[in-house]
C-alpha cells in the first residue's frame, strides 16, 4: 500500500510538472520560466489563503489542503531556487490548522520534500522547531494547562485534587460521555505525537544527521522540557511526555552535541521525566 501511495504521488507529481493537472488551469503551458510561471503565482496565492483561513478558525478541506500540499512539494522538487516561501508555508499551516488529518497531510510532505530536496532538509526542521514553540506560547495540544473534564461530558471535574477527597458514586459510569471525551483529548494532543514520532524516527533512521538538524531538535526539545510547568496535566498527556523524554535521551546519545549542551539537556530530561510523580494522583 504505501509503494503503491508513492507510486499515485509521483503520478500526480508529474501531471503537475507537465501541466495536465487541473491544479495549473493551463498555466504552465505558456512560455514562461516555471520560476516565473503562472502555476507558481497562482499556488503562492492559493497557499496564503489556506493560511490565512487557518489563522482565523476557517474551514479548510481535506481534498484542498492534500492537492495544494502536492502542487507546493512538487514545486520544490522542480525548482533550483531556494523557495523559503513554500518552506515556510508548508510547515506554519499544518500548525496553524493542528488538527490530526492536516499535521498527518504535513508530515507526509515533509518526508517527501526532505527526500526529493535535500537542499531544503536543514531549513524545514528550523521552521518546524520554530513553529513548536509557537504551540507552546499558544498553549496548543500537549500545552493546554486548562484542558478538564467537561460537566457536560463527563460527571465530574477534572482537577489536580486528591480523587480520595471525593465523595464516592455507585453509579454505572456513562461509557459513551467518557468515549467521546478521550477522543476529544486525543484528537488535541495527536498534532504534537505525530511529530514526536517523526523526529524519532528521523534521528533512528538518518544516523549521521547534519549538525545543524540536530541542533534545531535540541532547541525544540529543550523548550519542551523547560515549559513542563505548561504541559497538560491530563493522564492521556503521559504518551506525549514518554516521547519527550526519549527524544532527549536519544539526542544525548547521538552524541552530536557539545558536551555543555548534552549535560544541559540530560540534566533536563530528568528533571522532566521526574516531575511527573510530583504531582498527585488523579
Not at 204 to 222: K, N, P
Not at 229 to 243: C, N
Not at 250 to 277: I, P
Request: with cysteine; hydrophobic share 40%; net charge positive.
Amino acid at each position: 500500500m504505501a509503494d503503491l501511495a508513492k507510486r499515485q504521488r509521483w503520478r500526480y507529481a508529474k501531471n503537475i510538472i507537465e501541466g495536465t493537472s487541473a491544479l495549473t488551469d493551463g498555466a504552465s503551458r505558456d512560455h514562461d520560466s516555471f520560476v516565473e510561471s503562472k502555476a507558481k503565482r497562482n499556488l503562492m496565492a492559493r497557499l496564503t489563503s489556506i493560511e490565512m483561513r487557518s489563522q482565523h478558525a476557517q474551514e479548510v478541506s481535506e481534498r484542498e489542503l492534500y492537492e495544494t500540499f502536492i502542487w507546493a512539494g512538487t514545486h520544490l522538487y522542480a525548482s533550483d531556487e531556494d523557495e523559503h516561501f513554500f518552506v515556510r508555508k508548508l510547515i506554519s499551516i499544518p500548525f496553524n490548522l493542528f488538527t490530526s488529518k492536516a499535521m498527518e497531510f504535513g508530515i507526509s510532505t515533509w518526508v517527501w520534500v526532505s527526500r526529493a530536496r535535500p537542499s531544503v532538509h536543514t531549513r524545514l526542521f528550523a521552521e518546524i522547531a520554530k513553529n513548536w514553540g509557537w504551540t507552546i506560547r499558544r498553549g496548543k495540544g500537549l500545552f493546554t494547562s486548562h484542558l478538564k473534564y467537561d460537566r457536560s461530558t463527563y460527571p465530574s471535574n477534572f482537577s489536580i485534587h486528591n480523587p480520595f477527597s471525593r465523595a464516592m458514586e455507585y453509579k454505572p459510569t456513562d461509557m459513551h460521555r467518557r468515549a467521546k471525551h478521550e477522543k476529544y483529548v486525543q484528537e488535541t494532543f495527536a498534532p504534537h505525537l505525530f511529530i514526536l514520532r517523526y523526529l524519532r524516527q528521523h534521528i533512528q533512521q538518518c544516523g549521521a544527521v547534519d549538525s545543524h538538524t540536530i541542533f534545531s531538535i535540541y532547541r525544540l526539545t529543550m523548550a519542551s522540557l523547560n515549559a513542563s510547568k505548561h504541559i497538560s496535566k491530563h493522564p492521556l498527556a503521559r504518551e506525549g511526555r514518554l516521547h519527550l523524554v526519549l527524544l532527549g535521551f536519544g539526542l544525548v546519545r547521538d552524541g552530536q552535541l557539545s558536551m555543555k549542551m548534552q549535560t544541559a539537556l540530560q540534566l533536563s530530561t530528568y528533571r522532566f521525566a521526574l516531575s511527573w510523580y510530583a504531582r498527585p494522583p488523579m
